[in-house]
């Protein structure tokens, strides 16, 4: 079946403006984690969703970035006035459930750029 | 503080050769275990995984690795590398017991294999 996608593959933006980042999870995956690849940080956790239960946010950096999954399925992360170190491949992964053993299925990434 | 150590930044080896990638982790108890490889614009793709039981498990393309709790290293390794096995490898730990963990990275591997 389908992977996990992301879109845009590629966006760029201006210093300041905001982007809304896109992932579509493996149908039937509650679990679904955003991550954050950038050369002087490696991969980053950020965000946790479950089912209906409250995001675990403890890897934002900063109140710029938010996320949200509607219905259990497709979440958007947003980031607000974007910052030239904002710029990064971000991630999307998603897994049956959040049990510890269950292996995560990365997206293929969206890379941004600011300006 | 909760860590995962990938000592060799790049690695060059010849087709053919064999291969060992080094993984220190640092956690109280003994964590989930993953290698993933990201090949250039690509998402992550698990390698193999190690949860409980035999210490040494196969993984996909010829993969293995060794959990070594007395090291707390999970080393992978190859008898014979191949020219499609250039990618960036990664390893990852997460925390048992609880829902939801992330996953935590280390810094990568960037192997480069030479005809």
């Known amino acids: 079946g389908a992977g996990v996608s992301q879109s845009p593959s590629n966006k760029v933006t201006e210093k300041g403006k905001d982007v809304e980042l896109r992932c579509d999870p493996i149908?039937?995956?509650?679990?679904l984690y955003w991550y954050r690849q950038s050369l002087g940080q490696g991969l980053e956790f950020l965000i946790y969703?479950?089912?209906?239960?409250?995001?675990?946010k403890s890897g934002l950096p900063s109140d710029r970035f938010s996320a949200e999954r509607t219905g259990g399925s497709v979440s958007t992360l947003t980031i607000q006035r974007t910052q030239q170190e904002d710029s990064a491949v971000y991630l999307c992964?998603?897994?049956?459930?959040?049990?510890?053993?269950?292996?995560?299925?990365f997206g293929p990434g969206t890379r941004l750029t600011v300006l | 503080a909760q860590s995962v150590t990938q000592p060799d930044i790049h690695i060059t080896v010849s087709e053919g050769a064999s291969l060992e990638l080094r993984c220190n982790y640092s956690?109280?108890?003994?964590?989930?275990l993953f290698w993933y490889v990201q090949s250039p614009g690509q998402g992550l793709q698990l390698l193999l995984k190690?949860?409980?039981?035999?210490?040494l498990v196969q993984g996909i393309k010829g993969f293995e690795a060794e959990f070594k709790r007395s090291q707390s290293s999970f080393n992978l390794r190859k008898p014979s590398v191949h020219w499609s096995d250039a990618a960036e490898y990664f390893c990852?730990?997460?925390?048992?017991?609880?829902?939801?963990?992330?996953?935590?990275f280390g810094g990568g591997t960037r192997l480069m294999v030479k005809p």
């Open positions: 969703f479950q089912g209906n239960s409250a995001p675990d």
């Open positions: 956690y109280g108890a003994t964590p989930y």
């Open positions: 149908s039937g995956h509650t679990a």
């Open positions: 190690y949860f409980s039981g035999d210490t």
């Open positions: 992964a998603s897994s049956e459930t959040s049990g510890g053993s269950n292996e995560q299925f």
């Open positions: 990852a730990v997460k925390k048992r017991g609880s829902a939801g963990n992330m996953l935590t």
